[in-house]
């Protein structure tokens, strides 16, 4: 079990920036990782969803039924109903946490349309990646979902994936004490 899961804590501050993003992307899904040290979330990163450039989903590991369907949309439409991270903002977001000295914990990206749960195709791409963490030397994250289909009142949600099963994980938001 990812370790960082259970303990998970995000301070509101992270919170309003993950629904900044989702907005701002909107209709697009954006994407990006959430890492800090000892189960508190510090850092957010963003990633730059690549779906929407030619080519990127041929790359990308869809199942057919979704490149089918994939392949009928514009570069533009793709964006709104998956996301390919950037690899180099990747690498570049990985870089800057091992100088930091912080865990990578969370996976997330949004659903501008649909509810805060993975989908087929993220069940199926974080049970890809499960192999893919170690050989980077990095624990394996847990997955948040932003939701964006009450556009008034965004949704939030973290779950951990292994193996193609999906269990919902608990995570606590830190307010700021009044002051
Ligand atoms: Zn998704």
Same mark, same amino acid.
């Given at each position: ?9 995000? $301070?509101?501050?992270?919170?309003? @920036?993950?629904?900044?993003?989702? !907005? ?36 990308? &590991? ?9 392949? !009928?949309?514009?570069?533009? @439409? !793709? ?50 990646? @499960? ?7 990095? $624990? ?19 779950? &951990? ?8 994980? &608990?995570?606590?938001?830190?307010? $700021?004490?009044?002051?």
């Amino acid at each position: 079990m990812p370790c960082n899961v259970s303990t998970l804590q995000i $301070p509101q501050a992270i919170v309003d @920036e993950l629904i900044a993003h989702a !907005r701002e992307l909107a209709p697009h899904e954006c994407c990006g990782f959430l890492a800090g040290k000892e189960g508190i979330v510090t850092h957010l990163y963003r990633v730059t969803n690549v779906v929407a450039l030619e080519g990127a989903v041929d790359a990308a &590991s869809f199942d057919e039924a979704k490149l089918a369907h994939l392949g !009928r949309l514009s570069p533009d @439409e !793709r964006a709104e109903v998956a996301f390919v991270m950037d690899s180099q903002d990747m690498f570049k977001a990985v870089k800057d946490m091992r100088k930091q000295g912080l865990d990578l914990q969370v996976v997330y990206h949004s659903h501008p349309h649909d509810p805060a749960r993975p989908s087929v195709t993220d069940i199926k791409i974080a049970t890809e990646w @499960e192999d893919n963490w170690p050989k980077f030397n990095l $624990p394996l994250p847990a997955y948040l979902l932003i939701s964006l289909q009450d556009p008034n009142r965004p949704d939030v949600k973290l779950y &951990s994936i292994q193996a193609n099963r999906v269990s919902p994980a &608990s995570f606590t938001i830190d307010t $700021p004490a009044v002051r």
